[in-house]
């Protein structure tokens, strides 16, 4: 992430150029994504390893809020919905739809002309990550898209493709300790 991690709690806020972006709540999506709550067995035991869950909603906040030129936070955040959709992570697309709609309120959150590019992009690495080869980054620079942006997005599709992961592993989790009760 570029800079270095917040401390525990802050979100990277004083680095983020547009103050239309809402800030991120302050309990965990991932928590919220898989229904954990303070008390739940799996809330205590993310908790054991702190710092990851630290740095994995650092993660979260930098990948959509960083500044990165040529890719604007609306659009990332369209990108996070339409892989959450493709993922069937209806929770998680929720949450990215509730955060596109404070740009859209503000009327700041035109979509890029690149965007059906960027959303192509974001699939094929999504359900077949052998599909964003150099064609489909050739395919993104012919959309106007230049180096920086393209890395930011990758990097925004591997994150979401770990928190889908995490997420679906303590729904199961959850539900195989609800079961047991």
């Given at each position: 992430?570029p ?7 802050m979100?990277?806020r004083e ?5 239309a ?8 999506v ?6 954990l709550?303070?008390?739940d ?10 710092k ?17 030129e ?16 493709l993922?069937?992570?209806?929770t ?13 309120a503000a ?11 960027i ?8 359900t077949?990550?052998r599909?964003g080869?150099r ?8 959309a ?13 599709v591997?994150?979401l ?19 047991t009760?």
């Amino acid at each position: 992430m570029p800079g270095g991690m917040a401390p525990p709690g802050m979100i990277l806020r004083e680095t983020f150029a547009n103050p239309a972006m809402p800030p991120s709540r302050d309990d965990d999506v991932i928590d919220r994504a898989a229904g954990l709550a303070p008390g739940d067995a799996l809330h205590a035991a993310r908790r054991f390893r702190a710092k990851v869950v630290e740095a994995t909603q650092a993660s979260h906040d930098a990948l959509l809020e960083e500044p990165v030129e040529g890719l604007s936070s609306a659009d990332r955040l369209r990108v996070a919905m339409h892989v959450c959709a493709l993922a069937g992570a209806t929770t998680l697309a929720q949450h990215y739809a509730e955060r596109l709609a404070a740009f859209e309120a503000a009327g700041i959150a035109p979509p890029s002309p690149a965007l059906p590019a960027i959303l192509v992009f974001a699939a094929k690495l999504t359900t077949d990550p052998r599909l964003g080869d150099r064609a489909a980054i050739d395919a993104l620079k012919r959309a106007g898209l230049g180096d920086a942006a393209i890395v930011a997005l990758a990097q925004l599709v591997a994150f979401l493709s770990y928190q889908l992961r995490v997420v679906a592993g303590l729904r199961a989790m959850h539900a195989t300790l609800e079961s047991t009760r």
